[in-house]
C-alpha cells in the first residue's frame, strides 16, 4: 500500500535512463535487462534467507516449532543444513525456491506451495478489480484535475486523491462494514462467498467470479460478487487516489510542453490536444504506473483481507505469522516478491513496446 | 544596510534585484519560497496540522489528566461526552488522552525512521553518485533490490524474526524506506559532480570525503526533504498497519493502530473506539502529504505540478 | 501600403509572479501587410509574447484596444472563430523541431493532421497532400519520412517538417518565432531559404522574430526594434545605417566589423528613461 509517487518517479527515471543511453544493439539492451532481473531476484532470496535462517537466533525452532520433538528438530537441522557454511546454506536455499520446494508449513501440515497456490487466486481477484475500478475512475479524475489546474475542480478532485492515500485502509475498511453491512445492510459481511454456497462450485482457476459463471453457477457468480464489493473498493480508493495523482502530475508536465503549443497554433480542439496529443504522451508514462499499482496492491491487500477475511495470500501470511510457521511467512514473503518484480518487469516491457522513443 | 528595517524597507530588501551579499540572497530566495508556499491554502493547511500534531506531543502532560494509561474500569466504554470528549475505551481509559499521547509516538516513529533513513541514504547515494564505477554499480543493484521488494510484506518479515515491537517495528520500516533516499542523492549528486565550484574545491586539494561532506550532501537536502516529507504519511500508514496486526508498539501504549485494534471488537456497538484514532491517522498523515504537496511545488519545480 | 493583414493596436500582456505584475509587452501598435515584417529585441523584451498574444495562446494576461485580422477582431472573438483562424489563416513557426513535435506520433501523421483539421480530407487525400508538402520542403524519400518519429530526424529536418506542418493548410499570415535559432549554423540558412521560396510563392505575409538584427534585415522588409515590451524603433531594412534610437545603434555596435577596428566590445546601453514613452515610436511606417 505504501509505494507512493517518487517510487513511481525513480522507476520512470530508471526506465528512461536505459533508454536515453543509445544501448549498442537492442540483444545487449535484452541482455542487460534480464541480468539485472536475474540479480534482483539473487537478492530478494539472499534478503529473506538472511530473515528466515540467519536472523533468528534458533531458525530450527522457528521452524519446526517449540513443540517438535527432538528426532523432528534433528531432522529439520540436517535437512536445512546449518553444519555447512553459509553460503552452502544459501545455494541449497535457491535450488529448493527454483524447484518450487518452500518446505512445510506447521499449521496446515502441507506443502508451503500448495497453500500459496490455493491462497494466490483470490488475493489476484480483489488486486485486480481494484486496480481495474482505479484505472478508469483515476485517469479520468486525475485529466480533468490537470485541464482545470487551480480551479475549484482541481482542489476537490486533489483532496479525494489525498484521502484515498492518507487513510488507513483497514480502518476505511471497517467503517465500511459499519456503515453498508451492519447499519444499512446492502452488502454482506466478511468472506469471499456466502457459507451455505462453500464447496459447490468447483475450484479449476480458484477465482470464484470465473469458476462459478463458467459454471453457469449465476446466484454464486452474483453473491461472490457483492462479497467483492467492499474489499475491492476499498483497494481500488487508494489504486484510484494514486493513479489520479499521478496521472495530474504527469498530464501537467505534458501540457507545458512546447508540442502542446503547436497543436494549438493547427487549430485543434481543446479536446483533441488534450486526449490526443498530451495524453498519449501520459499514457506511455501511466503503463509504469498502472503496473506498480497492480504489484502494489497485491502486497496492499495483507490488511485488507484481515478486515474482510478474505482467504488470500496476505491473510495467510499474517496467519502463520502468530503461528510461528516461519516457513510460510518466507514462502509467502518470495512469492508476493517475486509477483511484484514480476509485474514490473512486465510493465516495463510493455512500455518498451509503446514508447516509440525506446525503439532504437 | 545600516538602517533598521522597517516594514517595507524589510520587503524591499528581500525583493531586490540586486542583493549585496550572500546572506540577502539567501534571505531572498527563502522569502521568495516562503511567499509562493504561503499563497497555497492547502499546503498551509498541511503545515498547520503539522504544527497542532508537534504542539499536542509536547504539550500532552498538560493538555490531559494523565498519560493515558490509567483504567478505570467502571468507565468502561462510555460514548462521547463533555467529560471524555472522545469516549473511552474497553478499559475506561479516555479515548482523548490516549491520542493526544499517542502523538508522542507517532512523533517518535517517523522521527526515528527519518534519522536512520537520512544519513544511510545521503551516504549510499552521494557515494555512488560521485565516486561511479564498480561502487555506483554495487551500491545501485543493492538499492534497487531493496526498492523492488514489496515494503509491508518486508517489513511483517522482519518483525515476524525480530519479535514485536515499537524499536523492531521503527527498525523494520527503516529498512524498507531507505532506498528511495539513496536513489534521489545519487540522481542530484550526478547532476552537479562536474560542476564548476566542485571541479574547484578538487583542485584546491580537498579529499574526496570533505567535498561529498561538504559541497555535494547540502545539494542533495532539498530533494530528499520533499521525498521525506511525502514518505511520512506511508510510514505513519505502515506503522499504524503493524501496530493493528499487534506487530508494533505493545500495550499499554497509546499507538493509534494499535488502538483501531482493540476497537475493532466492539465497532458495532461502540464505534468510537476504533473510529477516533482511524481519524486521527487519516488527519496527520494527510498534513504530511499536503505539506509535502506544497514544499515539492516551492522546492523541486522540476517534478512539481505547476510551473 | 494595402489594407493590412493584421492590424495590431495598444497590445499590452502581463504575468502575475510572486514578485508582482510583470509586463512583457507595454501597449505596442503595429500593422502587417502582404511582406517580411521583422521583429527584433533581446530575450525578454516581449518579442515571443506579441507572436503568441495575436493567436490567443500567452498563459499571460492580454490587453488591447484591437488585435484585427481580415475585418475579425481575435481579442474578441470566440474560441471557435480564433481556432478556425489558427493554422488555416495564421501560423506558427517555433523555435526548436525538439520540442515542438509531438514525441509518440510520427511525423507524417502531425502533418496530415494539419491538413485534415481543416477540411474534409479522408486520410489517404491528407496523407498525399502530406507528402506533396514534404516534397515541397525539400525532404527526399518522404516516403520514408513519413513514417519517422520526432526523435529520429535531425534539427533541420525537423525544421523543415514544422514548415510543411505549419504551412499546409495555406495560411495568410505566418509568424516565426526563432525560426533557426536552435539549428546548426550550416542548415541555418538552407531552412530560411526553404521559408523564403514558400513566403514568396505563395504571396503570404511574415512576421519573423529573432535577435539576430543582421538576419532579420537581409530577410524581412521592414523591421520592428523592441526593448522592454516597447516598439523602440520602426525601421526599413535597407535603411539600418539611418537607425536613429541610440538602442538600436547600439545593437548595431555590438557586432564585430572587419574594417573597423574595436578595442573592446561595446557594453549595450540601457537607459530606463525609454520605457516612459507609452505608445513608443510604434505605429505607422515612418
Not at chain 1, 244 to 253: E, I, K, Q, V
Not at chain 2, 17 to 39: G, K, N
Request: with cysteine.
Amino acid at each position: 500500500m505504501s509505494q507512493d509517487t517518487a517510487n513511481a518517479k525513480t522507476t520512470i527515471e530508471a526506465a528512461g535512463r536505459i533508454s536515453r543511453s543509445a544501448l549498442p544493439s537492442r540483444l545487449f539492451a535484452i541482455t542487460k535487462h534480464g541480468f539485472s532481473i536475474l540479480l534482483t531476484f539473487v537478492g530478494l532470496t539472499a534478503i529473506t534467507f538472511i530473515i528466515g535462517r540467519v536472523m533468528p537466533a534458533d531458525p530450527v525452532l522457528a521452524i519446526v516449532g517449540d513443540r517438535a520433538s527432538n528426532e523432528v528438530y534433528e531432522a529439520m537441522r540436517l535437512q536445512l543444513g546449518l553444519d555447512k557454511p553459509l553460503i552452502q546454506q544459501y545455494l541449497i536455499y535457491l535450488s529448493n525456491i527454483l524447484q518450487g520446494d518452500f518446505g512445510t508449513s506447521i499449521m496446515t501440515t502441507r506443502p508451503v506451495l500448495d497453500d500459496i497456490i490455493r491462497f494466490f487466486p483470490a488475493t489476484l481477484e480483489l488486486a485486480t478489480i481494484a486496480t481495474i475500478f482505479g484505472v478508469f475512475l483515476g485517469i479520468p479524475m486525475g485529466v480533468l484535475a490537470a485541464v482545470n489546474q487551480g480551479r475549484l475542480i482541481d482542489h476537490v478532485i486533489r483532496i479525494i486523491g489525498l484521502f484515498g492515500y492518507s487513510v488507513p485502509i483497514f480502518w476505511l475498511g471497517m467503517v465500511a462494514l459499519l456503515i453498508f453491512y451492519a447499519g444499512l445492510g446492502w452488502l454482506p459481511g466478511p468472506g469471499r462467498i456466502a457459507v451455505y454456497y462453500d464447496g459447490i462450485v468447483e475450484a479449476r482457476s480458484g477465482i470464484i467470479l470465473l469458476d462459478s459463471a463458467l459454471q453457469g453457477e449465476w446466484e454464486i457468480f452474483w453473491n461472490a460478487l457483492h462479497h467483492l464489493v467492499l474489499p475491492a473498493s476499498m483497494l481500488a480508493t487508494f489504486a484510484l487516489a494514486y493513479i489520479a495523482r499521478m496521472t495530474r502530475s504527469f498530464m501537467l508536465d505534458q501540457l507545458n510542453q512546447e508540442y502542446i503549443l503547436t497543436a494549438r497554433v493547427k487549430g485543434l480542439s481543446e479536446g483533441a490536444v488534450i486526449w490526443r496529443h498530451a495524453f498519449r504522451n501520459v499514457l506511455v508514462q501511466l503503463i509504469t504506473i498502472i503496473g506498480l499499482t497492480y504489484a502494489s496492491l497485491l502486497e496492499g491487500s495483507v490488511l485488507t483481507e484481515t478486515i474482510f477475511a478474505w482467504p488470500g495470500i496476505g491473510q495467510y501470511i499474517t496467519t502463520s505469522l502468530f503461528n510461528a510457521d516461519m516457513n510460510a511467512v518466507i514462502g509467502g514473503t518470495v512469492v508476493v516478491g517475486i509477483c511484484f518484480v514480476g509485474v514490473n518487469v512486465l510493465s516495463d516491457i510493455l512500455y518498451r513496446i509503446v514508447d516509440p522513443r525506446s525503439h532504437d | 544596510m545600516t538602517d533598521q528595517p522597517t516594514e517595507t524597507g524589510l520587503k524591499e530588501w528581500l525583493l531586490s534585484d540586486t542583493p549585496q551579499s550572500v546572506a540577502q540572497a539567501r534571505c531572498q530566495r527563502l522569502y521568495l519560497a516562503w511567499l509562493s508556499f504561503s499563497a497555497n491554502p492547502i499546503a498551509m493547511l498541511g503545515l498547520a496540522i503539522i504544527v497542532v500534531l508537534v504542539g499536542m506531543a509536547a504539550a500532552a502532560p498538560v493538555l490531559t489528566g494523565g498519560d493515558g494509561t490509567e483504567q478505570a474500569l467502571a468507565n468502561r466504554l462510555q460514548p462521547p461526552s463533555v467529560a471524555h470528549w472522545f469516549g473511552t475505551d474497553e478499559l475506561g481509559r479516555d479515548i482523548y488522552d490516549r491520542i493526544v499521547w499517542g502523538a508522542r509516538i507517532t512523533l517518535y516513529i517517523v522521527g526515528l525512521v527519518a534519522i536512520i533513513v537520512v544519513p544511510i541514504g545521503l551516504l549510499v547515494g552521494t557515494v555512488a553518485g560521485y565516486v561511479g564505477g564498480w561502487v555506483d554499480i554495487i551500491l545501485m543493484r543493492v538499492t534497487d533490490i531493496f526498492l523492488a521488494f514489496p515494503r509491508l510484506i518486508l517489513a511483517l518479515a522482519f518483525v515476524a524474526v525480530l519479535g514485536p515491537g515499537l524499536e523492531n517495528a521503527v527498525l523494520a520500516i527503516a529498512l524498507t524506506t531507505w532506498s528511495p533516499f539513496a536513489r534521489i542523492s545519487r540522481a542530484e549528486t550526478l547532476t552537479i559532480r562536474n560542476a564548476e565550484h566542485i571541479l574547484a574545491a578538487r583542485v584546491q586539494g580537498a579529499s574526496t570525503a570533505r567535498i561529498i561532506v561538504h559541497h555535494v550532501t547540502p545539494l542533495c537536502l532539498s530533494s530528499v526533504i520533499v521525498r521525506l516529507t511525502l514518505d511520512m504519511a506511508g510510514i505513519i500508514l505502515v506503522a499504524a498497519g503493524l501496530g493493528f496486526l499487534g506487530l508494533g508498539a505493545q500495550p499499554p501504549l497509546p499507538e493509534w493502530g494499535a488502538m483501531i485494534s482493540t476497537g475493532r471488537q466492539y465497532m458495532l456497538d461502540q464505534w468510537w473506539v476504533a473510529t477516533i484514532p482511524g481519524l486521527a491517522i487519516l488527519i496527520v498523515s494527510m498534513g504530511f502529504n499536503l505539506l509535502g504537496d506544497g514544499l515539492r511545488d516551492v522546492l523541486d519545480p522540476r517534478s512539481g505540478g505547476t510551473s | 501600403m494595402d489594407k493590412p493583414l493584421l492590424n495590431v493596436e495598444n497590445l499590452s500582456v502581463s504575468f502575475d509572479t510572486p514578485k508582482g505584475v510583470v509586463e512583457a509587452v507595454r501597449g505596442i501598435s503595429f500593422q502587417v501587410g502582404q511582406e517580411r515584417l521583422g521583429i527584433v529585441g533581446e530575450s525578454g523584451s516581449g518579442k515571443s509574447q506579441t507572436g503568441r498574444a495575436i493567436l490567443g495562446l500567452t498563459p499571460g494576461r492580454v490587453e488591447a484596444d484591437r488585435i484585427e485580422f481580415d475585418g475579425i477582431n481575435l481579442h474578441k472573438a470566440p474560441a471557435r472563430t480564433i481556432r478556425a483562424i489558427r493554422g488555416r489563416r495564421i501560423s506558427m513557426i517555433m523555435q526548436d523541431p525538439r520540442y515542438s513535435l509531438n514525441p509518440v506520433m510520427t511525423v507524417g501523421w502531425q502533418i496530415a493532421e494539419a491538413y485534415r483539421v481543416h477540411t474534409n480530407a479522408t486520410k489517404r487525400e491528407a496523407k498525399q497532400h502530406a507528402l506533396d508538402m514534404l516534397t515541397t520542403v525539400r525532404i527526399r524519400e518522404p516516403e520514408k519520412v513519413y513514417g519517422l518519429y520526432p526523435h529520429q530526424v535531425s534539427g533541420g529536418m525537423g525544421q523543415r517538417i514544422m514548415i510543411a506542418m505549419m504551412l499546409i493548410p495555406g495560411p495568410d499570415l505566418i509568424i516565426a518565432d526563432e525560426p533557426t535559432s536552435a539549428l546548426d549554423v550550416t542548415v541555418q540558412l538552407q531552412v530560411l531559404a526553404i521559408l523564403d521560396d514558400m513566403v514568396r510563392d505563395r504571396g503570404m505575409g511574415l512576421i519573423f522574430i529573432s535577435h539576430d538584427l543582421h538576419l532579420v534585415s537581409s530577410f524581412c522588409d521592414r523591421i520592428l526594434v523592441m526593448y522592454g515590451g516597447q516598439i523602440m524603433e520602426v525601421l526599413e531594412a535597407g535603411a539600418l545605417d539611418q537607425a536613429e534610437h541610440p538602442y538600436t545603434k547600439g545593437l548595431l555596435n555590438c557586432l564585430p566589423d572587419i574594417d573597423r577596428q574595436q578595442g573592446t566590445l561595446p557594453v549595450l546601453r540601457r537607459d530606463d528613461a525609454w520605457m516612459n514613452r507609452k505608445g513608443g515610436a510604434g505605429g505607422d511606417v515612418p
